[in-house]
């Protein structure tokens, strides 16, 4: 009943297009009149709301979809907002205020939004629709590009804009070779001056992309599907795909068959209301003081007055704002906004390094700034900006202006004090209009201490994330020395990026070799140093199993030499006893090897093993030779792998045993012994919960119990002490070791080098472990695939091998000098 | 200065060492990722670990017992830690690798 009268009081909202735009607008909505309308959403894309400005990162695999998703599904259901997916928009009844979706709902409303969007331009040349001819607006789009990238064959990108060039950037990522096509003399001749654009042809085709400026295209020539691109002067260039990036143009059609007035797109006053009171419209679709508009800043003003408009709150007013630009292909930095066409009422500043590849060039009409273009250094973009916006007299500082905000009025040149001395009111994050004092009073009011919450609380870079350094030193300023950006922290001295972003980075450029790693990601060093290499090494033996051939001389000494080395420079060695069990024969062969080599020390391990140590490193594979004979193998005491599994007696012979805990704690070391992890891997198994094999402080442990096995992780017993968290219980020894499996995998691939498995999972969360290798049954299975695949190139035993003769440079001195014998 | 042959430099992996034993202790022979060679004392000054075991890095090496650097060039440790081993010259002719030393020595066997 309640329910029923509540309805009754609400009026319905009915949005079409469910881009950035309206989401944005809803997020306002939801904060200023929670519960005013009952919303429903008709998105002609069958999915949610997705960040489309970072479709280029998806594209060249910097980032996933799931990374660029704004509004995910819960969202939806948790603000009660039905969302048809897949369904477009056919008809608007202005008379019934009903909408019809080509699947044949029909919805009433009472307030209308209306957010098609744009499409993009298709030139009018033969050969337009064949097969391999794509268009770069959505996520079918850019998966669509993927696919033929695969072939990794020649592409054509017709449009040398924004648009079309992060195309190229991300399809020549994917190992296309790319041609851009763009019809007038300099690429992005609307943003960018000649000069600037000159700049940025030579920056895109040093990364191997052609340009062809002044190319008009003829046709796209093909049977059946495409084969190549004709230009007017006859020249075809070969292509598989043609990609055009020509421009988009406002999607008014909806509007103009319901009556509504559209000249480029659908005409709205400045409160984004259409010549119908009840309609609204808003992004690109749209007209407002005749201007139509493409990029993210204005289309989210928009979002703001339209909920304003919608939940009556306010006298929210569009405005038109120059908005900069900045293209998303990484490596070329280049920013501009504002006007830049040269006139006899305009001075220029100009500023060029040509080593440097640096272009700055600032327009001036009566002092006051009114355009500027950066190239290669765009650190004070938001600083012209903010001068320009202000309308601020620059005379003063005419002489050092060039130079940027670090050469005026004595203030430093270091760059937090140059964000310290920007204005409150200074822009900081273009795409969302966040100025600096909202971040600032946002960052002390909710007690923020960490980028996602800032990006949560004030949207700033959480759109294209260019400002994101801007936003870390803010937050550094407000927080002082308890910020601690540890997103940013480095590998080592090598690099400015950190272990995740390198990690994503050798997935997704498809980095093979730790040269190319080296290469690709701009190390600082010619070939690293002793703690990015290792780390390095292990990332692409992890990543590129079958593919990668280990760097030896990237290994710590106790990896290369497969014994852990002493205080004196002797080693010790363990070799491999499954699950802690030994027989006679085996101890036999152990007090053979300490007599034959005089062994001084034979000490049992914590981890149920015996070690012998001070043998000297000459003495090694012969040691290994006389142990092989009796049927050991290495025990990987010495490696960032999995070291030991220790157990109880379980079943077998204890009366308290619920399980075979040895047989178990055998079988999982049988599986996963030989395979390389980010750090030391120790686990155990105890038959019962008295827990003698003490699991509960393990990076793995089972606790068996009589109804199965209790899964538990990320333990410590070492520098710090924890006991482990419960991953969950499973039924079968089958499952419990495919979990465990799984498990090591999902850390072998996302954890840091050298970062245990207790600070992972903390870092990560706990949750998401159990997530997806327990409750993702299909993602537990692939990790445990992937494991299984890569240990066909992992358990070789390393013993054998150098007593076999491998790596024997390793074991003897070059050369052995004495003293010359007098006799000679 | 006495030259004394110790082998060829294929002997020693590219980014890595080997070492040579003498009557005065052992030395340390680097190969770098640029074919340079370099000699070193094969002992740490800290706690006497053997460098030609460490990670080589451009013209450095990494002590594998407590992460000194050290530079092969001029034998100092590099970063905040003080202290240096000595180098030993060295000479490559046509592929083999000479170290000079003083006193008169000869390869054993």
Partial sequence: MIGREMTAMTEKLVIIGNGMAPGRMLEHLLEAAPGRYEITIFNAEPRVNYDRIMLSPVLSGEKSFEE?????DGWYIANGIM?????????????????????????????????????????PVSGNDLPGVLTYRDLDDVNAMLLAAQS?????????????LEAAAGLKDRGMEVTVLHVMP????????????????????????????????????????????ELDDGTIIPATLVVMAVGIRPNATLAKDAGLTVNRGIVTDDQMRTLDPDIFALGECVEVGGHVYGLVAPLYQMARVAAAALAETGEERFAHVDTPTKLKVTGIDLYSVGDFADGDDREEIVLRD????????????????????????????AWFADLQKKQTDISEMRDTLIFGQAFQGGASADPLAAVAALADDAEICGCNGVCKGKIISTITSKGLTSLNDVRAHTKASASCGTCTGLVEKLMQLSLGASYNPTAIQPMCACTELGHDEVRRLIKAKQLKTIPAVMQELEWKTSCGCAKCRPALNYYLVADWPDEYADDYQSRFVNERVHANIQKDGTYSVVPRMWGGVTSSKELRAIADVVDKFAIPTVKVTGGQRIDMLGIRKEDLPAVWADLGQAGFVSGHAYAKG????????????????TQDSTGLGIRIEKFMWGSWTPAKVKMAVSGCPRNCAEATCKDVGVICVDSGFEIHFAGAAGLDIKGTEVLGLVKTEDEALEVIVALTQMYREQARYLERIYKWAKRIGYDEVRRQVLDDVERRKAFYDRFVHSQKFAQVDPWSERVSGKDKHEFQ???????????? | MNWHEIGIIEDIPARGARCVTTPQGRIGVFRTAENEIYAIEDHCPHRGGPLSQGIVHGASVTCPLHNWVFSLETGKALGADEGAVKTIPVRVIDGCILLGLESTLMAAE
């Avoid at chain 1, 300099?186 to 085709?205: H, I, K």
């Avoid at chain 1, 990364?207 to 796209?220: E, F, L, M, S, Y």
């Avoid at chain 1, 999995?642 to 045993?657: E, Q």
Wanted: hydrophobic letters at 40%; charged letters at 25%; a positive charge.
């Fill in chain 1, 354 to 381: 040509a080593s440097a590849g640096v272009y700055k060039r600032v327009v001036l009409k009566d002092d006051r700034i009114i355009g500027t273009v950066l190239f290669g250094e765009t650190a004070d973009g």
């Fill in chain 1, 186 to 229: 300099t690429l992005m001749e609307r943003q960018l001056d000649p000069a600037a654009g000159y700049l940025l042809q030579r920056a895109v085709e040093a990364r191997g992309i052609k340009v062809v400026t002044k190319a008009n295209t003829k046709q796209i020539a093909g049977n059946g599907r495409v084969e190549g691109v």
């Fill in chain 1, 152 to 164: 990794r064959q020649k592409a054509v990108v017709i449009g040398g804009g924004l648009l079309g």
């Fill in chain 1, 813 to 824: 001195p070059m050369a052995a000098l004495s003293f010359q014998q007098a006799a000679e």
């Fill in chain 1, 83 to 123: 969302l048809y997916k897949g369904h477009r928009i056919v008809a608007i009844d202005r008379e019934a205020k009903t909408v019809t979706s080509d699947h044949g709902v029909k919805e009433p409303y009472d307030k209308l939004v209306i957010a098609t969007g744009s499409v993009p331009f298709i030139i």
């Fill in chain 1, 642 to 657: 999995l070291r030991t599994v220790k157990t109880c007696v379980g079943s077998d012979w204890c009366r308290f045993g």
């Fill in chain 1, 68 to 72: 660029i998703v704004i509004h995910g």
